[in-house]
């Protein structure tokens, strides 16, 4: 299965955009990348989800490299809510493996 | 509105004594998901059922199995404790790919073993 590549931690400060990296060099064209997040003692909660092109949802934006072998997670304005772990995965069959994730730590 | 529901949220059993973890789903999803997550790790996916069929991880241990008696229910027994099992487990639904669709998370129960 694809796996993906992201930073083990980054820190941002409140109201700051925050751009949360993620390398998967071995998608394949039919996998989605999907980002979830988890906040301490709950499950992880979606974020958002894209196959080629960019896409905005309420929560963040997610850029997808040309090639599909990266992807960068935007947070526009990060606050003190948003400090949870971010997990890249990716999709192609029906399971959904977690990488390591990113934890984003927002300093007030 | 709760669409995956995990009970109890917190468990605790005693070494080597059978327990099992429930979830539920409103989301009349095809697929659903156990992951195991131990502290300060990612979750690890156990096992998934896609309708009836089931698909264990090949290394996923033996102590742990899974029903799914409807599409509604799914459940996670471990048929001997041991303190390394010890862990958060997640319970997750999804529509199957090529739907477009998310994952669906629920709170997860902590199980202690004592």
């Known amino acids: 299965d694809a796996k993906t590549t992201q930073p083990n931690s980054m820190e941002s400060n409140e109201e700051e955009p925050v751009h949360l990296p993620c390398n998967h060099s071995?998608?394949?064209?039919?996998?989605?990348i999907h980002w979830y997040r988890q906040l301490p003692s709950q499950g992880p909660e979606y974020v958002i989800h894209?196959?080629?092109s960019n896409v905005n949802n309420r929560m963040a934006s997610l850029a997808i490299a040309e090639d599909r072998k990266s992807s960068t997670l935007i947070l526009h304005r990060a606050t003190l809510r948003d400090a949870a772990v971010y997990y890249c995965?990716?999709?192609?069959?029906?399971?959904?493996?977690f990488g390591t994730g990113t934890s984003l730590t927002v300093i007030p | 509105d709760a669409m995956v529901i995990q009970n109890p949220r917190y468990q605790v059993t005693q070494f080597g004594k059978p327990v099992t973890l429930s979830c539920s789903q409103t989301?009349?999803?095809?697929?659903m998901y156990w992951y195991q997550q131990k502290s300060s790790q990612a979750p690890k996916l156990l096992f998934h059922y896609y309708d009836k069929d089931f698909n264990n991880e090949a290394d996923t241990p033996d102590n742990f199995q899974s029903r799914r008696p409807n599409t509604s229910f799914c459940f996670l027994d471990i048929r001997s404790p041991g303190l390394g099992d010890a862990a958060m487990y997640l319970c997750?639904?999804?529509?199957?790919?090529?739907?477009?669709?998310?994952?669906?998370f629920g709170q997860g129960t902590r199980l202690t073993v004592v």
């Open positions: 995965i990716l999709r192609g069959s029906n399971q959904f493996y």
């Open positions: 894209g196959l080629t």
């Open positions: 989301l009349n999803h095809n697929v």
């Open positions: 997750a639904t999804s529509a199957p790919p090529g739907h477009n669709t998310e994952a669906f």
């Open positions: 071995t998608i394949s064209g039919t996998d989605y």
